[in-house]
């Protein structure tokens, strides 16, 4: 057997080349979840009864939603019901869009949290570009996490930037906002379409020490498996999440960002052959084994035992 998935992407948790930048922390005051959330599930602000249940649900990061969740008219009332919530530093909030009616309020409100001492665990900006990400990281508080939403070609076309400021954790990938924004046609489940932006967070990312980006959304809510069939797509890729709209698509998502058993029968396979060899060229079903397969079964392998 061959390695199943050759050519791909390192990510957190998998370990870095010598050549690759070290994974950037965002401060004391990121939790661990931020950068190592898989499954990242949107809980609307004005629903402040799916506020516990959704921290219940078993998703790695929740996120309470005042942007596209919630209307005009319920903006104030949604933000005093969000940031007046008890176990808000457990979770993260999408904010609104610099440059609306609503952002200065949303950032507000955030600071406020933080100065007593109950802050989101990281904030969520959609709309992201290099300039509205560099002002909203500066209004922040030293320790907070920042999770820029690219979803727009001005998004992609900065997301070096982007992913280089202060603040920023990691990237996420509004997929659905971005193909409407370049006038594509994607075409689920592969999305060949949106290949390249997903391509270039993914670079970014790696190139800035961030953790692996956060994939966008599958919308068919009762269709399990068209969500894990998109994850395991954004894991081969070389993302390390992805955002989900409902609880039932989470047990797919985990599992897609797992090693699957024939990955990890090929690392053992890699391995003791490495073990043979004794330091020597190791060939393996007909192909030369260097040292970043090599390494790529290790990180299958130590993902697998963290699994179990």
Not at 30 to 38: D, F, H, L, Y
Not at 163 to 168: P, Q, T
């Amino acid at each position: 057997m061959t390695d199943p998935r050759p050519g791909t992407a390192t990510e957190k948790g998998r370990g870095p080349t010598p050549t690759a930048a070290p994974h950037r922390a965002a401060g004391p005051g990121a939790p661990s979840t931020v950068g190592t959330a898989r499954s990242v599930l949107f809980v609307p602000g004005s629903r402040p009864d799916r506020f516990a249940k959704a921290t219940a649900s078993g998703a790695d990061l929740v996120v309470i939603d005042l942007e596209d969740a919630v209307g005009p008219g319920g903006k104030a009332e949604a933000r005093a019901t969000v940031f007046g919530w008890p176990d808000l530093a457990g979770v993260a909030v999408r904010i609104n869009a610099a440059g609306t009616d609503w952002h200065e309020a949303d950032l507000a409100a955030v600071l406020a949290a933080h100065a007593a001492g109950s802050g989101p665990a990281a904030v969520m900006l959609p709309k992201a570009d290099a300039a509205a990400t560099a002002a909203t990281a500066a209004a922040l508080p030293v320790g907070s996490a920042l999770l820029p939403l690219v979803e727009s070609a001005r998004g992609v076309r900065d997301a070096d930037r982007i992913a280089e400021s202060d603040r920023v954790v990691r990237l996420v990938f509004g997929s659905v906002d971005y193909a409407h924004d370049i006038a594509a046609t994607p075409h689920p489940p592969a999305e060949d379409e949106l290949l390249y932006a997903r391509s270039v967070l993914v670079n970014s990312s790696r190139a800035a020490g961030l953790a692996a980006p956060v994939d966008g959304v599958t919308l068919a809510l009762d269709d399990v498996e068209t969500a894990e069939r998109e994850a395991r797509r954004s894991r081969d890729v070389g993302f390390g999440g992805k955002l989900c709209l409902h609880p039932r698509q989470l047990p797919g998502v985990h599992r897609a960002f797992l090693p699957t058993e024939a990955e990890v029968a090929w690392a053992r396979r890699a391995a003791e052959a490495a073990q043979r060899s004794d330091g020597g060229a190791i060939r393996l079903d007909g192909e030369i084994m260097d040292k970043p397969r090599l390494d790529l079964a290790l990180r299958i392998l130590a993902q697998a035992d963290t699994a179990a």
